[in-house]
T-cell receptor, first 118, second 112 residues
Framework: DAGVIQSPRHEVTEMGQEVTLRCKPI?????LFWYRQTMMRGLELLIYFNNNVPIDDSGMPEDRFSAKMPNASFSTLKIQPSEPRDSAVYFC????????????????FGDGTRLSIL | GQQVMQIPQYQHVQEGEDFTTYCNSS?????IQWYKQRPGGHPVFLIQLVKSGEVKKQKRLTFQFGEAKKNSSLHITATQTTDVGTYFC????????????FGPGTSLSVIP
């Protein structure tokens, strides 16, 4: 089975440029999560969607960051304009969440996008 | 807000020694998950604990969920070089059904 697919795997761009990260979750999963990982701050949840609807975006750093999920099989995370401090590994993860009893399935992570802003 | 802490932050052990990482939540959890991330890789799910006091084993790995459902531990017996990586706990708060909070992780190095 195909796992979570992220693209690109690596991105190097100059500050001020727009960056778009893409994610295809596992088919059948109803929740999608975007994380940012750095040495200093660890693994941070940026935003997550349930059934394509953004549920919690409290982790989004600022207005330069935006995320969309137009359908169940695709999501984007956009940074505009990008800054050097945005350099990090960005992970997308998906899971199947049950709305009953507080149960949730494991999150399956993609390979990540390694973003470098010069 | 909910916080999940892990100790230690780093651990260096000689191959064959045991290793334990501890996870503590500021609030009661519905369940707790453990993930392992190899250097340069992505977090991979290891196990989920749901019941108070639950203990689960995977070969040399033993996972425990505290009686109060606010803490957990992962113990590795006789570490091997393949155990190298960062171990994360992730807790699902009782008031949430989908948002897990990841701890900062414990980075394990194994000296051959």
């Amino acid at each position: 089975d195909a796992g979570v697919i992220q693209s690109p795997r690596h991105e190097v761009t100059e500050m001020g440029q727009e960056v778009t990260l893409r994610c295809k979750p596992i088919s059948g999963h109803n929740s999608l999560f975007w994380y940012r990982q750095t040495m200093m701050r660890g693994l941070e949840l940026l935003i997550y969607f349930n059934n394509n609807v953004p549920i919690d975006d409290s982790g989004m750093p600022e207005d330069r960051f935006s995320a969309k999920m137009p359908n169940a099989s695709f999501s984007t995370l956009k940074i505009q304009p990008s800054e050097p401090r945005d350099s990090a590994v960005y992970f997308c993860a998906s899971s199947l969440v049950s709305l009953q009893g507080g149960s949730n399935q494991p999150q399956h992570f993609g390979d990540g996008t390694r973003l470098s802003i010069l | 807000g909910q916080q999940v802490m892990q100790i230690p932050q780093y651990q260096h052990v000689q191959e064959g020694e045991d290793f334990t990482t501890y996870c503590n939540s500021s609030t009661t959890l519905s369940n707790i998950q453990w993930y392992k991330q190899r250097p340069g890789g992505h977090p991979v799910f290891l196990i989920q604990l749901v019941k108070s006091g639950e203990v689960k084993k995977q070969k040399r790995l033993t996972f425990q969920f505290g009686e109060a459902k606010k803490n957990s531990s992962l113990h590795i017996t006789a570490t091997q070089t393949t155990d190298v990586g960062t171990y994360f706990c992730a807790g699902l708060q009782e008031t949430s059904y989908d948002k897990v909070i990841f701890g900062p992780g414990t980075s394990l190095s194994v000296i051959p």
